[in-house]
């Protein structure tokens, strides 16, 4: 009670006990450090929802960087789990905190350390065949997205969207950011034309994949698009 009056003690302990758990990690013994991570966060969260701890904006008031912390346990559980098994349980350690942390995905995972990871390849796999057997929502096709892009680079992101676009519209965000990032503005007119073709009007993501064609277009100076695009925009 006296933590949620003013007593901040509890920044010292909690950051104590982060980086004890750090030292674990750094040590290679990720079994132990993965219950301890996961005994923490949740011991840390639980404060955060039930007022436990005093102030606002906890998370700046901890030397720890938390989302960094929940990476090093995403990478424990990675490491802890045969290979059949890791796609079940990084997703689950994923959804655990995706809520208020919607940047924590496997990018994050594989490089929040140096070292590489074992068997990524495998995973990059399973994890895919793992994701598409979700029922979709925000997270799972967010993850799917980020796969693909991750393990079958710009044509696995064509072929998300032109085979399965209408399942994942984003897909067709997924695959222009790809495009813009390699300058490929003609592919990118494609890319937005068959969005726009194949998606329903009444969804909003149109929208972004006309802001797509029209930057093209511009680079492109080709007006007849311009002027599609920004009537897509409207």
Same mark, same amino acid.
């Given at each position: 009670?006296? #933590? ?8 010292? %302990? ?10 674990v ?8 450090? @993965? ?5 923490l966060?949740?011991?840390? %969260?639980?404060g *955060?929802?039930e ?22 346990y995403?990478?424990?559980v990675?490491?802890?789990?045969? +290979?059949?098994?890791? +796609?079940?349980?990084?997703w ?11 940047? *924590? ?11 590489e990871?074992?068997?990524? %390849? ?11 057997r979700?029922?979709v ?21 064509? @072929? ?16 222009l ?13 494609r ?5 726009? %073709? ?15 064609? #029209? ?5 492109l ?6 002027? #599609?695009?920004?009537?897509e925009?409207?």
């Amino acid at each position: 009670d006296e #933590r949620a009056w003013g007593d901040d003690s509890w920044v010292i %302990e909690i950051d104590d006990l982060f980086s004890r758990i750090l030292d674990v990690y750094r040590e290679g013994n990720y079994p132990l450090a @993965r219950r301890a991570f996961e005994s923490l966060l949740a011991i840390y %969260e639980a404060g *955060l929802e039930e007022g436990q701890f005093s102030g606002y904006e906890h998370d700046e008031l901890i030397e720890t960087d938390v989302d960094e912390a929940r990476l090093r346990y995403f990478r424990c559980v990675y490491l802890t789990e045969t +290979p059949a098994e890791r +796609p079940q349980a990084v997703w689950n350690a994923i959804s655990r905190y995706s809520f208020d942390a919607p940047d *924590l995905n496997i990018h994050g995972l594989i490089n929040v350390d140096l070292e590489e990871l074992p068997q990524l %390849e495998d995973f990059g796999q399973r994890w895919l065949e793992f994701l598409r057997r979700q029922t979709v929502s925000s997270l799972s096709a967010g993850l799917l997205k980020e796969a693909v892009g991750l393990f079958q680079g710009v044509a696995g992101l064509e @072929r998300l969207a032109t085979e399965d676009g209408l399942k994942y519209p984003s897909a067709f965000v997924a695959w222009l950011e790809a495009l813009k990032k390699e300058h490929k503005h003609e592919d990118m007119i494609r890319a937005a034309s068959l969005g726009l %073709e194949r998606l329903p009007a009444r969804l909003q993501i149109r929208s972004k994949i006309a802001d797509f064609l #029209r930057e093209a277009a511009v680079h492109l100076k080709k007006t007849d698009l311009i002027d #599609r695009s920004l009537m897509e925009a409207l």
